[in-house]
């Protein structure tokens, strides 16, 4: 039985993260399981390479849960480990790199493009980004 609390007549309920990793399969591909205050909570796989980016208006926040993640930035890398985060300051370029099969966090304000101001093949719009 799972506990979903009234509030203001919308219903809450404890989210196992886990429990959505194994809800898909795709890679580089965010799914989104929250929204507070204006900030999208969303999860993601990912393997090698995304682009290079970057987000003129928003700082986006990454924690790892599994695996390795490098965001190359231009001024060198920051390599992520599992229990590990980072923010990358709005309007800096990066291009996030994972090891196989890497689970990773990301808090963004609900604003954030996928690719930022790039839009490529990779490219997932916001209406595509399912809530799971």
Same mark, same amino acid.
């Given at each position: 039985?799972?506990?979903?609390?009234?509030?203001? @007549?919308?219903? %809450?309920?404890?989210?196992?993260?886990?429990?959505?990793?194994?809800?898909?399969?795709?890679?580089?591909?965010?799914? %989104?399981?929250?929204? /507070?205050?204006?900030?999208?909570?969303?999860?993601?796989?990912? /393997? @090698? &390479?995304?682009?290079?980016?970057?987000?003129?208006? &928003?700082? &986006?926040?990454?924690?790892?849960?599994?695996?390795?993640?490098?965001?190359?930035?231009?001024?060198?890398? %920051? %390599?992520?480990?599992?229990?590990?985060?980072?923010?990358?300051?709005? @309007?800096?370029?990066?291009?996030?790199?994972?090891?196989?099969?890497?689970?990773? *966090? *990301?808090?963004?304000? /609900?604003?954030?493009?996928?690719?930022?101001?790039?839009? /490529?093949?990779?490219?997932?719009?916001?209406? &595509?980004?399912?809530?799971?």
């Amino acid at each position: 039985m799972q506990l979903v609390i009234l509030f203001k @007549g919308i219903g %809450v309920k404890k989210i196992n993260i886990s429990d959505k990793f194994n809800l898909f399969t795709q890679e580089w591909t965010p799914k %989104v399981l929250a929204e /507070s205050n204006g900030q999208l909570v969303k999860i993601a796989k990912g /393997s @090698g &390479e995304l682009v290079w980016h970057k987000h003129d208006n &928003e700082d &986006e926040l990454f924690i790892v849960f599994k695996g390795q993640l490098t965001l190359q930035l231009r001024g060198g890398d %920051v %390599v992520l480990n599992e229990g590990e985060m980072y923010v990358v300051p709005k @309007g800096v370029e990066h291009c996030p790199k994972a090891l196989p099969d890497t689970h990773f *966090m *990301m808090i963004e304000p /609900s604003s954030t493009a996928h690719t930022g101001d790039l839009d /490529s093949e990779v490219t997932v719009s916001f209406e &595509e980004q399912d809530w799971i």
